[in-house]
């Protein structure tokens, strides 16, 4: 029996798909690459997908958990074929406990639907990745997601209590749970946030809420450099001032937005800042008083504080504009990495980035968080600069872990990365990884290629 009988045989007929069309759409993700998979599958409950990796085992076929498929490393492409396992049925938020301040969710819901749920009960789950309004819980847990408000209240990680988990041989294993404390064992939980879906498949997840913030306030401001932003950047953390987010875009960004959105930013602007403010209501209005002052202190040649809510929503749509605008360029590709490193090091690393493209004549556009050192590098080469593109982004990643940065802050390893690993992590280290990696899927039937290079 080959496995798609097998897969048909022991499923609905509806949850196995594999005729070339079907394929096709989950042959994809947000890399813009594809690889066409074996079969495309629906599972419904923990069970199925126990059955389908035991299926898998015994076929030696590999299987590669999907969500949205919205990630920006490759993670989720089926580059060895294989079964892509879609986790998409699973969408159900199935409590929200406000005596214990948890919820406990399904992998396949959407993060900004949560958000919404949580907060009608007066509850805060703070990760709040950019790709939040389509990306679901599951991804965000298989990449460890962050976001604009990790500045202040952290990633996924610092908000995953217990996992449900579907490990590659089959059996279903429970990790954490509600508590507060809980240091029964090994931390299997942390283990598998940020496993890029390599070491188990997540069916349920328990998250920590937080109380809603009474308050929040939102302050846009231009710059006339980088430098400028930097430095207000380092006076606000120095005032003890941690806002919920510090976003900045460099000139070539803002130059993209305000083409885009045709807003007229201030003539001269060569950065801009949206910095929001969140808390009680008195210490909300004395802080973001505070950061006014150090923008100001600090060049600023606009400051825009928002008096509404519809105000704010105004400021947020230039940040969340960014990626959109960058087609006004109308470059071949898009390389997009993101680097991080110690916020301090923004400036120099901005400034770094600036003279590659000078040196190399390729365009390349920052944004990010600067409040957490996270840099969104955009490298956008003609059809001509495709391999000097690439020596660019090697050049940036050495000079980012010169600085004390990582090759990635948010968006993970995947496939995309992998041949850059070692940069980050000594040959030790990538051993001990593989070696739980071999003794959790000894067959490398879940999720293969991804993270290491092979």
Not at 273 to 285: A, C
């Amino acid at each position: 029996m080959s496995i798609i009988d097998a897969l048909e045989h022991h499923l609905d007929s509806d949850a196995v798909l594999s005729s070339e069309e079907d394929l096709l759409c989950y042959a994809y993700d947000a890399t813009g690459k594809s690889y066409m998979p074996l079969a495309v599958v629906f599972p419904r409950a923990p069970e199925d997908i126990s059955l389908i990796m035991r299926v898998a085992n015994e076929h030696r076929v590999s299987v590669i958990p999907r969500g949205a498929g919205s990630g920006m490393t490759g993670g989720s492409l089926p580059e060895s074929g294989g079964i892509v396992l879609v986790m998409t049925q699973f969408d159900r938020i199935l409590e929200i406990d406000t005596e214990n301040l948890v919820a406990v969710v399904e992998p396949g819901v959407i993060t900004s639907q949560l958000h919404k749920a949580v907060e009608a009960e007066g509850l805060f789950y703070p990760p709040d990745p950019a790709s939040m309004n389509f990306s679901t819980l599951g991804g965000n847990i298989a990449e460890n997601s962050g976001g604009m408000r990790a500045v202040k209240y952290g990633t996924t990680k610092e908000y995953i209590l217990g996992l449900e988990v579907v490990l590659p041989s089959g059996e279903i294993i429970h990790t954490g749970s509600k508590c507060v404390k809980d240091v029964v064992g090994y931390n299997l939980t942390q283990l598998l946030v940020g496993s890029e879906g390599t070491l188990g498949i997540v069916t349920k997840a328990i998250l920590k809420l937080l109380p809603l913030p009474e308050a929040k306030k939102t302050l846009t401001a231009t710059f006339p450099s980088i430098l400028d932003a930097g430095r207000t950047v380092s006076e606000i953390i120095r005032r003890k001032i941690i806002p919920t987010t510090m976003e900045f875009l460099d000139r070539h960004a803002v130059w993209c937005v305000d083409q885009y959105l045709q807003i007229g930013l201030a003539p001269g602007a060569g950065a801009f800042m949206l910095i929001e403010v969140d808390g009680d209501q008195d210490q909300v209005e004395k802080n973001i008083a505070k950061v006014r002052e150090v923008c100001s202190a600090n060049k600023a040649i606009e400051i825009q504080i928002a008096a509404t809510a519809e105000e704010q929503d105004d400021l947020w749509r230039m940040r969340r504009s960014v990626s959109a605008s960058l087609a006004h360029f109308k470059s071949a590709v898009k390389i997009n990495e993101d680097i991080v490193v110690p916020r301090a090091k923004i400036p120099e690393i901005i400034q770094f980035i600036e003279s590659v493209g000078e040196r190399h004549e390729i365009r390349i556009v920052n944004f990010g968080h600067a409040g957490d050192g996270n840099i969104h590098l955009n490298v956008l080469p003609q059809n001509e600069q495709l391999e000097t593109a690439h020596k660019a982004v090697d050049e940036i990643f050495d000079r980012t872990i010169e600085l004390g940065g990582r090759i990635s802050g948010e968006h993970g390893i995947g496939t995309s990365k992998r041949e850059y690993i070692g940069k980050n992590l000594e040959p030790a280290a990538i051993a001990a990884m593989q070696a739980v990696k071999r003794a959790w899927d000894p067959n490398n039937i879940l999720n293969p290629g991804k993270i290491f290079p092979e």
